[in-house]
């Protein structure tokens, strides 16, 4: 029986189950996860530890029915679901297992006040559907209302967002992409471990140049004659998450920030929709910090006239 | 009689008599070089100073003439030249003067040992004449040759230049304008702070991203899918000079460091012809450091397949 | 009759007047001032100048009766800030001069809510008098009271100070130097620039080595054996300014952040008060961004068990 | 029978057996590996992975008896060294396996002109042998004559070192631990991979302040009042590995860098021998880029006069 779960070949993570486990660091998290798989005969193919403000997580990728023809089938699943969620109750951190053919089910985006980007992502053709949108303002609402799309603010008067609140919502609606369309917040850790390699942000340069905050003005202030955006995988690492796609754009003499910000703007919804569609067609894997891309998507482009 | 100096305004310094003072930084250089410009009753426009390894430089800009109609006389400049170089001697310091309709005489290339740039300013049709190239190699001597080009080779064996032997021979050319073409070494402040504002370098990658050595190989490492060029004015803070000019291009999926630099070479060519063209034509001015710039010059550009 | 104003000698430029220019950016400045002294016969012996988040600032140092043996005479300065007060309404900006005989008059310590370096301060035997204390909360107004000094709460509800009204304290009190005993805010180049040379702040750490917010959070955390405390002049560089006084102190194994503030806190005040008696004793002059020190004071020290 | 591995507790790595696999990137390192080591019933308990200049790193720690009251026995070990070599050949990477009472044996110092680390290294009682001297130069060879210990220069003519025969050296002498006595190249990936916590340097300034070269001129040019010195273990992040021990002297006003030189270089002597005695005790532990401490040495001091 042919396997269906390798639609893009050995250069993706995608014919591999991942396991991520997130929480305070201890000893005995690889030693458990590892002994656990090999007494179910799996193959441990990729191990990934990091620590970030005191937040531990590792990321396993394993072939866990590697002398089968297909898949695991469901009872495994279900049986190494159980066993691990016994396991991160004893180590007390949250497990959650992807088994290859789960993913990509369903897509939430999260917004701040800007709804270029959101208004784009709802008009677009995605292969997944937009199950949620999350905002730390309410003022997009009504834009989530008008696509028939559920609209969630987390956040408090300030606009400081509750992440307990957002894991909530994006476990309830099984949400497997995270897409930051102008979202103004830094995702804590807490939130970019669980998701790691499926949260996409679009920032306003085109980066490594200028991260942070305020971009196109930075871009002003350094004279830059092109500048551009980059949608990107976020990592705790602000603004230097694997890119994903970039667009370029003119940068006229006596052009002000206003300016630029205007030739921007329908580029960073370009980008993210853009990006969006490459990683929601498997066509994206990340290795070693950069995304090795496949399939016909528009990665970079230049924006003339 | 109306002057016929200023052809693009206020925006530039074009206006102004510069002088530059380097040498050892020690007190009495302010006071005597403004002490010396009042008693000729010259207005003090603009002073910058700078210490850079030891060097120190002091760029003043001044109105020599304010009452009259038109340029200072020969005579007045005759004799405000031979006072500062009395003053400058007794300060043990290097005082140079340039009046405003002396400027952009002559300009000198330097190369190590890429060709292209070099060739394509040769070939450009610029408003003033190159009078001579210089390697920290011999390699491209043949190319100054071939155009009827003096060249001269300062480097020793392994490269190190002669930066006494470049001075002098920038003085010998009556050189105006200096265009770094893929020369690969590092010029000392002795040299940048001689010729602060008349420098031009072209560095390949889109700065403020990537500067330093290998900016193509950092590029297909950080995974951009677009890259680029930069021209720029040379400061002794390596590659973050004023930019003049940018060109950029996209990378396709999977190009390697050769993919990528066989795209950019010939933009970094059109890059540095652009700018050198720009600032010959008085067309730039550097304000706290950015460039504004006039004129039709290609000052950003995307180069489309 | 011999001059009483140069007791370090050449060293300082407290022998030199200052005048300080701040405002919006614009030409003419320089010329403005430097044509105004030259005409009174004043040596101009320094200028520098700096633009920060759209604030100019020009600090120039002169000799403005350089043919006398002693100071201006009263008439003179008065006449010379009659002038640069016409001159700075003209450019529509606000300039200072203090003359040599008229610094040191009284110092401002500005804080927030911890009071240890306050105390030390206020306990401490001064060369000059504690004028004013401002705070941007009013937790610390009971020991300015308690001192018999005028407290000052110029935050709103979160803490945010209002400059301007600081500004105005500060010329009410006729304070000349400015001490920050653990303000935790940063100033604005509105206040740095009027006050540059002249405000000292503290910080936990050994500077150039953990700038920026929970220094002794950061120094744990990079699990060094040796921390500090620094006091040095404000710049609109974050805890880059110029370095007066350092305190050691050896970082036990195991120690944690609230072990290693605790030997810190002390070193804080003890670093400040040094720093403001050898700022008030004339025995510490900036050039180039580093102070020269001389006198009698403890620049540095060790803090052994 | 009590196992005699563990002298230090849980908070060492020293009870587990480590295995290194430095190479090109590719899959299935991870699987081969972990699959040896399930199949023979170890524990797998942490894995970190680095990749530097395409040079891949594995570092894993196991119990690699773990149901065993004593460690492996010679012939299980043998076994284990054997496969994992096969796997390394497999995979075209270099396999290495460190049991834990197999550590220490043996220690390389590494030096080019300076002598007064190496002389103090010398005359240090250390609880391990310096079984050889590279320098690359040959200058300090008459110090390790004198004290029978054998000298080899691995640097050409400029004094760039030949790392493979510095492996080889390391591996012929049975080197367990490096010490870097001044020695003033960057070791590649190639080494330091290899040697992972086992390569300790010692580095003119009180890290993080002035990493990189010269860096009692950048404490001078700094203006600091309070220096140092600190031993580390190497990483590929220059000067920016785990910090063992630090030491801490005054700066006088007026202080040159020769003076600040004289005054560190002792120290850096001290610091050195501190450190390494606390690496032979096995008082260290590497966890998350900082040391672990324990045992009863001078991790931090500061120098009286």
Redesign the interface.
């Known amino acids: 029986m042919p396997s269906e779960r390798q639609p893009t070949g050995?250069a993706t993570r995608d014919d591999h189950t991942e396991i991520t486990v997130v929480g305070a660091?201890r000893?005995g998290i690889?030693?458990g996860v590892?002994?656990l798989l090999?007494e179910r005969d799996a193959?441990?193919?990729?191990?990934?530890?990091t620590?970030r403000d005191g937040v531990f997580r590792m990321t396993l990728h394993a072939?866990v029915a590697p002398d089968s023809d297909g898949p695991a089938t469901d009872a495994e699943r279900e049986e190494l679901r159980a066993a691990l969620a016994v396991l991160g109750d004893d180590l007390g951190v949250d497990v959650r297992v992807r088994f290859p053919d789960e993913r990509d089910e369903g897509v939430a985006v999260l917004v701040t006040k800007e709804d270029h980007c959101l208004r784009a992502l709802l008009d677009a053709d995605l292969s997944a559907e937009i199950r949620v949108v999350v905002g730390n303002h309410d003022d997009l609402e009504a834009i989530a209302d008008e696509h028939g799309v559920p609209f969630y603010d987390v956040g408090d008067d300030s606009g400081k967002p509750d992440e307990d609140r957002l894991l909530d919502l994006l476990d309830e609606y099984d949400v497997d992409l995270v897409l930051l369309a102008r979202y103004m917040r830094i995702l804590s850790p807490d939130v970019v471990f669980r998701y790691a390699g499926r949260i996409v942000n679009v920032h306003p340069s085109?980066?490594?140049?200028?991260p942070g905050a305020q971009a196109y003005r930075q871009a002003v202030?350094?004279?830059?004659?092109?500048a551009?955006v980059t949608a990107h995988y976020v990592t705790t690492d602000l603004d230097q998450g694997?890119?994903?796609?970039?667009?370029?754009?003119?940068?006229?003499?006596e052009a002000t920030v206003e300016d630029v910000r205007a030739r921007g703007q329908p580029l960073e919804a370009d980008a993210l929709v853009a990006a969006a569609r490459a990683h929601l067609a498997g066509d994206t894997a990340v290795r070693?910090?950069?995304?090795a891309?496949?399939g016909d998507h528009e990665?970079?482009?230049?924006?003339?006239d």
């Open positions: 050995a660091d000893t690889v030693a590892t002994g090999f193959n441990v193919e990729d191990i990934e530890q620590v072939d085109l980066l490594p140049a200028f202030e350094a004279g830059v004659r092109v551009g694997p890119i994903l796609t970039q667009r370029a754009f003119e940068v006229p003499p070693r910090g950069n995304v891309v496949s990665f970079g482009a230049l924006a003339g």
